[in-house]
């Protein structure tokens, strides 16, 4: 599986960005493709998760409000639309794919980084 994350950019506070996770490769229908961050000098965190058959997850609820996740199952893609970014959101964006659907499996496969960067 092959994963390829795009869209990040520089953002003034209070923008918006909407980034993309192409994934090849998969097996099966049935899958599930999820977005993390990592700020600098902070660990991982997942930020939400979304299956095939449109199972949403959003890890930290407090961004629920601001980022929404969504697919395209016929492109193999997801998107996270992150509206009213703040300076806090900056962090390098990646997507990742569990071995099945389930998505709080083990993440298998991980796409290359994007950066979002939010200016103040």
């Known amino acids: 599986v092959q994963l390829q994350a795009s869209g990040g950019g520089l953002v003034q506070a209070g923008g918006s960005l909407r980034l993309s996770c192409a994934a090849s490769?998969?097996?099966?229908?049935?899958?599930?493709i999820g977005w993390f961050r990592q700020a600098p000098g902070k660990e991982r965190e997942r930020v939400s998760c979304?299956?095939?058959?449109?199972?949403?997850?959003y890890f930290d609820g407090s961004l629920k409000g601001r980022f929404t996740i969504s697919s395209n199952n016929a492109k193999k893609t997801a998107y996270l639309q992150m509206n009213s970014l703040k300076p806090e959101d900056t962090a390098v964006y990646y997507c990742?794919?569990?071995?099945?659907?389930?998505?709080?499996?083990?993440?298998?496969?991980w796409g290359q980084g994007t950066q979002v960067t939010v200016s103040s």
């Open positions: 990742a794919a569990p071995s099945g659907s389930d998505c709080e499996a083990h993440w298998e496969y």
């Open positions: 490769g998969f097996t099966s229908d049935d899958y599930a």
């Open positions: 979304i299956s095939s058959s449109g199972g949403r997850t």
